[in-house]
């Protein structure tokens, strides 16, 4: 090399180098469709934080809360596609890859969210994390939100008051048979159109946690609540397997970490939220929280309860059993 290459080849190392070492991260897509103010939403923030503190030349998380970017039904087919990298759905929404998370669906199966925990933490609970694995979905943990409770334009206090009223549920064939069993019209539809349809009436009910009742405002056009903590609405966190799969060990060890740290603040916040946003509910003049006693429950118990047997050869006899063991 002369004296007159050496300069120039180190005026373009100079420029180059930067570049080489300025690799742009990867933008890994995160969607839902709950409000960032929602344990959801906080769990995502929490992963986002965490990811980019310790990854962060390389990884970039993009959250997309709202439905900004496309609804739960899409969200699942777009991780099976691998267009995005993470979710977290209500367990009702994989309808289309696995029957056996409709266990989640029976109603009054739960007896309250420890039992809920329970059966996710056990065995038969952690294999359903896997059990869509061959078709793109790789369940990471499981998310709390809470009890499901009912809602209604109009009084209600037995099963029978909900005749003739139209219900949105999510898209879960198990949710549709519960209000028909009712002999209320259920009227499948992506959260996100939930309000505007309350608000034209097209539906005159929904079921749902305290939390999104509150955070959708729902409750602006549902005066009348029931305690009725008939179903559960928690979360899977879900990922492309192909995606996980590629990940460094090392990467992959440091995501494990974020989102075990990241599901318990979400739970955390499930807990907390599901009693604040209760008594929020309960504070405001215009709206009703009607707590019905043991025997008023138990006859919305036994008008949804066939359907534990209707479906236990679909979601699988030993997975009910498991849930129900949980219960005791
Ligand atoms: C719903 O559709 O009601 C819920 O799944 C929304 C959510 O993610 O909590």
């Known amino acids: 090399m002369n004296g007159r290459t050496r300069p120039a080849l180190l005026g373009l190392l100079t420029f180059l180098l930067p570049m080489l070492l300025w690799a742009e991260p990867q933008t890994l897509v995160f969607s839902h469709v709950v409000s960032p103010n929602t344990p959801k939403g906080k769990m995502a923030e929490m992963f986002k934080s965490m990811i980019e503190r310790r990854l962060g030349d390389r ?60 059966f996710q933490q056990s065995p038969t609970g952690q294999a359903l994390l896997t059990s869509m694995e061959s078709r793109g979905i790789l369940g990471l943990g499981y998310l709390h939100n809470g009890l499901k409770q009912l809602t209604a334009s109009r009084p209600f206090t037995r099963p029978n008051d909900l005749a003739g009223l139209r219900f949105r549920t999510m898209n879960s064939d198990v949710l549709i048979k519960q209000f028909e069993l009712l002999n209320a019209e259920a009227v499948p539809m992506a959260f996100s159109e939930v309000y505007g349809a309350l608000a034209e009436q097209r539906i005159q009910g929904q079921e749902n946690t305290w939390s999104n009742i509150y955070s959708q405002a729902f409750y602006e056009h549902q005066p009348y609540m029931m305690i009725s903590n008939h179903g559960v609405l928690d979360y899977m966190l879900i990922t492309n397997s192909a995606f996980w799969n590629g990940l460094s060990e090392a990467d992959r060890h440091e995501f494990r970490f974020a989102l075990e740290m990241s599901l318990k603040y979400g739970n955390a916040v499930a807990t907390a939220k599901s009693t604040n946003d209760k008594v929020e509910l309960e504070r405001m003049k215009n709206i009703s929280v009607y707590e019905p006693s043991a025997d008023e429950l138990a006859t919305w118990q036994t008008a949804m309860q066939p359907l534990w047997t209707d479906y236990e050869d679909l979601i699988g006899e030993h997975i009910i059993q498991a849930a129900r063991q949980a219960g005791r």
Not at 79 to 98: D, M, N, V
């Open 59 to 118: 990884y970039e998380i993009v959250i997309h809360a709202n439905a900004d970017l496309m609804d739960d039904d899409e969200a699942v087919t777009a991780i099976a596609e691998g267009r995005i990298h993470f979710a977290a759905p209500s367990l009702s929404k994989f309808e289309g890859y696995t029957q056996q998370l409709k266990v989640f669906d029976l109603p009054f199966l739960f007896p309250d969210m420890d039992a809920v925990n329970r």
